[in-house]
């Protein structure tokens, strides 16, 4: 497999295109697909312009230390990143359809997943709730003019606010196939779907392969015991796992890895047509 390596220690966009203004043209340019984006930011959002594998884009994300936690022991999770990791986690927001988490996050840190540190449209919200656990408080699903979705598992209790849309789904010892997460979420009306969390539920699209790309944020602490980050089948041996063609950038003190993984990533929506 082809492995792609750039490295760009000092050329991540955030303070050159600080402007809300700026950013909201980007915003504007990526959405319609017509021109050519700016370079600054073609490299690290153009990938998530277009699918390479069909016409959805699907992207997961994990902040997470070096020692490759995503919350401490407490469940506390809130500032691992710096502060323009936050401002990064706010553009991906600006750019989807849709925001993704799991129930484990909306119960620990009750989201808001809005658009709040750049400026942007807002995305829809879901929370994958596959029992109905969650409460009809959560932020997340505050009316608000966007559109929100609980996916959750046939048979379940889920009892949502009004407004809020339900996608029930088949489940297998409790797990919805992400699969068949992406494929309702495409008939919703969603192209680009952002899987923001928490591990467990990124782990599954993962090993599900359907995620297009992954941006994994390490920011340079150590947080001991504590929420585990991406967690995978094991394999026997290293060298079987696959190498995949990644990019670095640096948003202040953290290490972005923007891993491609459309090598391994299933036909969910109208496949490209190769040339
Ligand atoms: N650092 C970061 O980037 C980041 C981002 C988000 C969250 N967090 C932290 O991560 C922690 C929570 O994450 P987590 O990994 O424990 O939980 P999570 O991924 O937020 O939620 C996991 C739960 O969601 C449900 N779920 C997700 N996908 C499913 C599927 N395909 N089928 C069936 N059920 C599915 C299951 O609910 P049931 O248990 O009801 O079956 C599962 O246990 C919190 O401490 C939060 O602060 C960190």
Redesign the pocket.
Known sequence: MRTEFTVQLSSFPTRKFASPDTWEGFVEMFRTGQQHLPQAWAELFGPLRNGMVDDLVIVG????SLDGR??TAT????Y??CPAGIEHLHRLRALVDIVV??????M??D?QLTVRHVAGPQPARAV????G?LGANAKLFAEDGVRRLLIT?EGSLAAPPPGVEVITLP?QD?????CA?AVALKRAGMRRMLI??????????IAARCLDRLHV?VAPVMLGGG?PGIDLPPLDRADQAQRMPVRLHKIEDDVLFDCDLSAQRMTLGVAKKST
Request: hydrophobic share 35%.
């Open positions: 994300q994990v902040g997470q995503v919350a469940g506390h999770s809130k691992i990143n988490v799991g129930v484990g996050t909306a620990a840190d989201p994958i709730d596959p029992k656990r598992a489940a409790g797990s919805i196939s992400p997460i923001e969390g928490g591990a467990d539920t990124v782990s599954r699209f944020t929420g």
